[in-house]
Every structure is written in structure tokens, then in C-alpha cells.
């Protein structure tokens, strides 16, 4: 270890707007149970932008500052004692949320938490992840085998639909036979892509839906793994749907409320809509609230909304990154279309990444 | 048995509206398998009132007639050959749907049936029970202790909120631990009231909410089993349940499809909404899609439609209606507000029965 006390980490003041900065963190040392990880990687989203706008974040108690991240692939430098499972030299992934003390963070399952007293490292509450070094409790941390390097930044992000997925068959053991064929995906940004990936190395027939007409990078992300894409801006959802068979799984991942209600209308009988977006504001549409209705009595349907995930994802999502790199040797990394300089590039970082599909930051190791 | 070849039963033309009347059927002779069963007693519900005004419904294959009815109680009169577990001077609950050939119905789940190519007796393609007797495979049969003659008739009601609590039941194997200590029931006819008894039964705190004021014979119902009933017209939904902890649990059966998305914003994290409603027309509202979107994606919540019953939920059922009478005495059979007279009083049921709570046709012996 290097002599210098601090190190370096990208930050915002949570609650004012466009204050993106680096700043000097004390540097941790590992102590029982829990490992010191050098960043390697982080993944900036959606929820980073909101942070950044302000409309969401805040800091740790005792600080004004919010160190953002929480899309991290780290190699471990070390350890402190009992840490079994994990290794120096392993390439990690952490997860985020840490529980509260509601029944459903003490049963163990702190995605489910019900009070909404959680932390979020990076989110609410906790630093995140762009900083050169941080330590965390072992249990917290998934390790990932090295050939998954060059994806593992996209962990996190697969554990949305890991557990999106997770959830809908969990529901469905309440049939005789779960054996879903047909499935839309709502939205092609990183969640909707990891979500056609994970469905398509499951054999279901995936169709993606979004804005921007064919060809794109994003589409033909789809189609390398044997989905179909279309935009809603030729084909409006009703029509598409029209011409299909019944969805018996939907993911919403647009960010654009109305189109939930809208995917309730094409869900098939027995079918399960999960709804994946963080919307913010206030918006009223007007809902053809009878039909809705009505369809989802006499076909006994269901829509549930997921947020988070349980360490069982990460898992999950470890071996799906590598099934997806035997299924598709490269395609999964070809997600991440921007890579910014480490803490060089916090003015791109603040300014707003909108083109593209997912952008990382990479730390000099 | 009598000489006569045949016996009078209550029809309507499915598609003319207002043509109840009076018919005759061949008497039928229960084959292997097969039970007589003499009609005691059959509920009149919404969908009867539906099927009048010729909303909804369609008569067997080969006929222009249907015979009304869906919510029998009766006696076994005869049996046919190889039919355990019924015999004569049984009291008995014939269910309503039967299969098609779809993966739901083949797997013993005709109440999920996918294809929707299902009959339903006195609804859909085969005859009700408005008739002096009818044959059924005991199959389709359940038995009840004597005991339960005066509520019996509420059976087959109790049954949607029997499969509705138990879809929740089954949906919430996905959390760690569930149960439900708060409820919420959207309308005060029978299928609210009957909700109410089976939730207050399992020791869950129920508030009915309903369009009139208390007092009412509605309110004093749910007064009786320890429930709370709110007038809607006095107090909006959003203002009462900003006065009490979150539902775990909601059911809506007010067939006002605008309540079913009001109640989307009054469920709490991890609960589920159920939607029992059949709701027609094509009725648009104003929804606040980005607040209900958000709240069902950040409390893990969950709307299921359920529509008719399994098997499981009449015998469960059976169990409940004796678990209630134990609970409050003499309580149940105050839903029945309205008796009809057998085949005589054709006209009040064409008419319609619009005060009450529930109207059943007794049926002289």
C-alpha cells in the first residue's frame, strides 16, 4: 500500500443539481469479514443521471458528499481475517442494497425490504463505487471468474431481470405447468438488452420494442441473440402485438409509465407483466381502465413490480454472463459503448451520457 | 320418481335481452358416474343480471335456450353406478366451469383456463341449475354437512374470494415470510362480504369500503364479524387509507373499474391487489400512471386478476362457511335479503333485484 491516507473519488452535494466533482476519501483498510477491492470498472445508468439532476440521492450520515457507483467490477487486494470464499486477486462484483431492520431485510431478503429504510451504495445513504479502493463486508461481495473480465461490469444491471425473471417464476409456481414461450421486452437500454439476453439463453422467443427505428447497435444486440426488435415509433404496440402470439411474459424497462399500462393490454392469459422502471413526476394518462380490467380477471393475470435484487441474482446472473459468452462469444460486451477515463473524465461524467447504450468508467490499476 | 318425461326450469334467449321464462327440459337419468341432484335453492348474482340483459352468455350447442342459474345448493336424489364419496340425501354444491382441452384445464386448472374455450353452467354453453333437477358427474359435486343448509347457496360466491385469497397465498411463497394483517375490500355486495368473513375468519383486520353510508345491512354484516366499513360517498379512498397502515391485501369486487387502479395506489410494499370484477364497456380514465408505476416498482407489489374457482376452493369453502357460523352465529345467512318463490316468481327475477344484498329462488321439494 501506498503511504498517502486519501484517494481519490467522484462525488455529488445529493439534492443540488449538477454538482458532479472529485473528492479525497480517507482510505479504508480492511477489518474482520471483509475485503479491501481496487476498482477496476463502473457502470454509469439511469439512476447516476438522476442523482446528478438531483432528483434522487443522498448522502451518508455526517456528509454532505455522495460518492456515486454502484455498477462495480474490482480485483481484491486484500483481506482481513475471516473472509472466507474470498481471495486476493479475485475479480468481485458488489452488490447494493444493505438491509434495514423490517422482517423482510431480517428474513434475509433486503430487495423485498418493506420499510424503505435501506442504504444503497452510491444510491441513498452509502458512497458508492467510483473511488480508487473500498472495503466491504465479504458477504456483500460476488466473485466472478476471470474470463467473465470483460463483462462483469454488467452484473449488476443483469440482476434486475435475474431477479425480474426470479420473481415471475416464484408467482407462477401457483400454476400446474410455468413453461413461458413468448415474452416482450419493453425498452432496449442496457436493462431491456440484458433482459433479452437472459431470456433467449432461457429459449423463450424474444421481441424488443423501442424508439428508434432498425438498424442500431441496440437492435442488433437483439438480433445477435436471436430476438426480434421493432420500433414503436413505425409499429404501434397494439398493432405489433396483433400480429403475435400471446405474450406469456413481459418486462417494462422505458422509464415511460404509460407504456406499463399499455403492455397490460397485449399480456397473455396466466400471463405476468413485471414492471422495472423507476418513474418519476406526476404524470396522468388517460387508461382504458375497464378492458384492463377486465382481461386480467378472465385470464387470470399479473403484473408485479421489481426493484433491486437478492445476492441469489448475482449468483445467478455470474453464470448467466458466462452462458451468454458460449451462446454468443463477444455479444454481451458489445453493450458497453462508451469508456471514460477515470478521473479524468468526471466533465463527461456531469455533462450526461445519451447516445450509446452503456457507458463505464475505467480506473487505472 | 314421477311419470313425467319432463320438468320446468328458468331460461332466457342468450342475446335477447329481457327473456326470462319459463321452459321445460327432458328429465334427465344420472349415468356411471353420475348424480340426480334435486334443486333446493339457487342464488340470482350480477352475472345472472348480465346474462338478461343480454351482456353476456350463450346457450348449449344445438339449443337458442339457456337455463339460468350458477349458485345451486340441492339434495342428491339419485345415483348412477360407480359414483363414490355422493350418495342419495346428500346436500350438495355443483361447481360451475368445465374444461377445454388447454395445458390448464388438461392439468386439473380449468379456473386458469388459457384458451377460453371452457363451458360454464348457466353461463356459458350448458344449462344452469333454475331447473327442478339436474345431473352432474359427482366430479363436479361437493358435499356439505347438513348444518350448512341455510348458507350453502353462498358456496359458490364464496369460492372467488376462496381462489382469490388463495392466488395470494400462493403468489407470496416468493417472500420469506407472509402474513397478511391488513386488508382492504372494494364493494359491499356479496362477493366483498364474503371476503370480509374469510379474511376477519383468518384474524386479518378488514375495512369494506362501499358507495352508501352506514347504517346499511351491508355495514352491520361487517360490523358483525369485526371488520370496519367506510362510505365512499363520505370519505374518498386515497384520504381513508391515508389514515390507516398499509394493506397487505386487497380485494376489489365493486365492478367500478376505476376503483381497481385507485386501489393500486393504497397498497402497501410486497402486497398483492386482487381484481374480481367483470368489468364491460369501454370506459377511459385519467390514471396517475408515473406515481402507481413507481409505487408498484418500489414496494415489489403485485396485481393478479382472478376469475372463477378450483375444485379446492369448495371444499375449502365448506370449511370456511362451518368455521364462520362457529365464529358468528346466524351471521352468513344474512346476505340472503331476498327469497323468490320457486318457478312462480319468473317476473321478479326478470325484473331484476336491485336492493339487497343477495336474492336466492327457493324451490318447493
Not at 491516507?5 to 462525488?11: G, H, L, S, Y
Request: glycine fraction near 12%.
Amino acid at each position: 500500500m501506498s503511504a498517502s491516507t486519501t484517494m481519490p473519488a467522484i462525488a455529488v452535494y445529493p439534492g443540488r443539481a449538477d454538482t458532479v466533482h472529485l473528492t479525497e476519501l480517507p482510505r479504508p483498510t480492511p477489518g474482520p469479514g471483509e475485503a479491501l477491492v481496487r476498482v477496476r470498472r463502473v457502470g454509469v445508468c439511469g439512476t447516476d443521471q438522476e442523482i446528478i439532476a438531483a432528483l434522487f440521492g443522498s448522502p451518508p450520515t455526517g456528509s454532505d458528499e455522495l460518492v456515486l457507483g454502484h455498477e462495480v467490477l474490482g480485483v481484491v487486494e486484500a483481506t482481513g481475517p475471516r473472509t472466507d470464499g474470498v481471495r486476493e486477486g479475485d475479480l468481485v462484483v458488489a452488490t447494493v442494497r444493505r438491509p434495514d431492520g423490517c422482517p423482510a431485510c431480517l428474513a434475509g431478503q433486503p430487495d423485498m425490504c418493506v420499510w424503505q429504510g435501506f442504504t444503497e451504495r452510491g444510491i441513498v445513504g452509502a458512497h458508492g463505487y467510483m473511488v480508487e479502493r473500498f472495503v466491504e463486508d465479504v458477504r456483500h461481495l460476488v466473485v466472478l471468474p476471470p474470463a467473465l473480465e470483460s463483462v462483469g461490469v454488467l452484473l449488476e444491471p443483469l440482476t434486475v431481470v435475474e431477479k425480474a425473471l426470479r420473481q415471475a417464476d416464484l408467482i407462477q409456481r401457483r400454476l400446474a405447468s410455468w413453461a413461458p414461450k413468448t415474452a416482450l421486452i419493453l425498452g432496449a437500454g442496457p436493462i431491456g438488452l440484458l433482459g433479452a439476453l437472459l431470456l433467449r439463453s432461457r429459449g423463450i422467443d424474444v421481441v424488443v420494442v423501442a424508439r428508434r427505428p432498425a438498424p442500431n447497435p441496440a437492435a442488433a444486440i437483439v438480433e445477435g441473440c436471436g430476438g426480434r426488435y421493432a420500433s414503436l415509433r413505425e409499429t404501434p404496440l397494439a398493432e405489433l402485438a396483433a400480429d403475435l402470439p400471446p405474450f406469456d411474459l413481459v418486462f417494462e424497462a422505458t422509464g415511460v409509465a404509460q407504456l406499463a399500462f399499455e403492455a397490460m393490454g397485449v399480456l397473455g392469459s396466466n400471463g405476468v407483466l413485471v414492471l422495472l422502471s423507476n418513474t418519476g413526476g406526476d404524470e396522468v394518462a388517460p387508461v382504458p381502465v375497464a378492458r384492463l380490467n377486465l382481461g386480467f380477471v378472465q385470464g387470470n393475470k399479473v403484473l408485479v413490480g421489481s426493484v433491486n435484487a437478492a445476492h441469489e441474482d448475482f449468483t445467478a446472473g455470474v453464470a448467466d454472463l458466462g452462458r451468454f459468452e458460449e451462446l454468443w462469444p463477444g455479444l454481451t460486451a458489445r453493450l458497453i459503448t462508451h469508456r471514460l477515463n477515470g478521473f479524468a473524465d468526471v466533465a463527461r461524467i456531469a455533462g450526461g451520457i445519451d447516445e450509446g447504450i452503456k457507458a463505464v468508467i475505467e480506473f487505472a490499476q
